[in-house]
T-cell receptor, first 111, second 113 residues
Framework: GENVEQHPSTLSVQEGDSAVIKCTYSDSASNYFPWYKQELGKRPQLIIDIRSNVGEKKDQRIAVTLNKTAKHFSLHITETQPEDSAVYFCAVGESWGKLQFGAGTQVVVTP | DGGITQSPKYLFRKEGQNVTLSCEQNLNHDAMYWYRQDPGQGLRLIYYSQIVNDFQKGDIAEGYSVSREKKESFPLTVTSAQKNPTAFYLC????????????FGPGTRLLVL
C-alpha cells in the first residue's frame, strides 16, 4: 500500500516568514494530493489540492508543488500570520483507492 | 463540509458498553469514511463505504462496526471489544470513490469513564 512521510513534524516560524512542509510517497500510480489544515479541536479543512497532471498550484499565500519523478510534493505558505498556526496534513490518493494521510506538521507562527 | 454533521460532540462510555456515533451528510456523496485521531497523531482509517449497503474495513477496524443503510448516514459503533476507545472520531465523505476530496464533519470526542 501507499506510504506517506511528512516532514518536519513541528515548524516554528516568525510572522512574515515562509513555511515549507514536504511529503513523500511511494506509489507512482498516486494522482491526487490534497493538503488539510486542522486547528485545535476542530475538523481538518481542505486548503489546497493538486492532481498529477499539474506541477504547481497557487491560492493567494498558499502554494503546492508536485515532483512526480521524485515522488514528493510540498506546501508553501508565504507571509505567515498567527492564524496560520495549526496542524497541517498532506494526503495521497489513487484513482481506485482511499486517501492515505501523513502524520501531520504542527506549525507555530510567533509574532 | 458544512453539510456533514456528527453527534454527539462529546460521548462518555462506561466499561463494557457499546456506544454509537452518528454521522449524517446532505451533500449527496456516495462515499463515507470514519477516522480515529489520537492526541498529537494523524488520521487512521477505521471503516469506509464506497456506496450505500456496502462497507469495508480500514486499517484499524477491530472493535468497531458500521452500517450504511442510507446514502446520507454512516453510524459507527464502538464496541466493548475496543479496549482503548478514547480518541477524537472524525467522519468524512466524498462525492465518489478514488482520488476524491474528502470533507470532514466536526468530530466526536469519546471518553471512557
Amino acid at each position: 500500500g501507499e506510504n506517506v512521510e511528512q516532514h518536519p513534524s513541528t515548524l516554528s516560524v516568525q510572522e512574515g516568514d515562509s513555511a515549507v512542509i514536504k511529503c513523500t510517497y511511494s506509489d507512482s500510480a498516486s494522482n491526487y494530493f490534497p493538503w488539510y489544515k486542522q486547528e485545535l479541536g476542530k475538523r481538518p479543512q481542505l486548503i489546497i489540492d493538486i492532481r498529477s497532471n499539474v506541477g504547481e498550484k497557487k491560492d493567494q499565500r498558499i502554494a503546492v508543488t508536485l515532483n512526480k519523478t521524485a515522488k514528493h510534493f510540498s506546501l508553501h505558505i508565504t507571509e505567515t500570520q498567527p492564524e496560520d498556526s495549526a496542524v497541517y496534513f498532506c494526503a495521497v490518493g489513487e484513482s481506485w483507492g482511499k486517501l492515505q494521510f501523513g502524520a501531520g506538521t504542527q506549525v507555530v507562527v510567533t509574532p | 463540509d458544512g453539510g456533514i454533521t456528527q453527534s454527539p460532540k462529546y460521548l462518555f462510555r462506561k466499561e463494557g458498553q457499546n456506544v454509537t456515533l452518528s454521522c449524517e451528510q446532505n451533500l449527496n456523496h456516495d462515499a463515507m469514511y470514519w477516522y480515529r485521531q489520537d492526541p498529537g497523531q494523524g488520521l487512521r482509517l477505521i471503516y469506509y463505504s464506497q456506496i450505500v449497503n456496502d462497507f469495508q474495513k480500514g486499517d484499524i477496524a477491530e472493535g468497531y462496526s458500521v452500517s450504511r443503510e442510507k446514502k446520507e448516514s454512516f453510524p459507527l459503533t464502538v464496541t466493548s471489544a475496543q479496549k482503548n476507545p478514547t480518541a477524537f472520531y472524525l467522519c468524512a465523505s466524498s462525492i465518489g470513490w478514488g482520488g476524491e476530496t474528502q470533507y470532514f464533519g466536526p468530530g466526536t470526542r469519546l471518553l471512557v469513564l
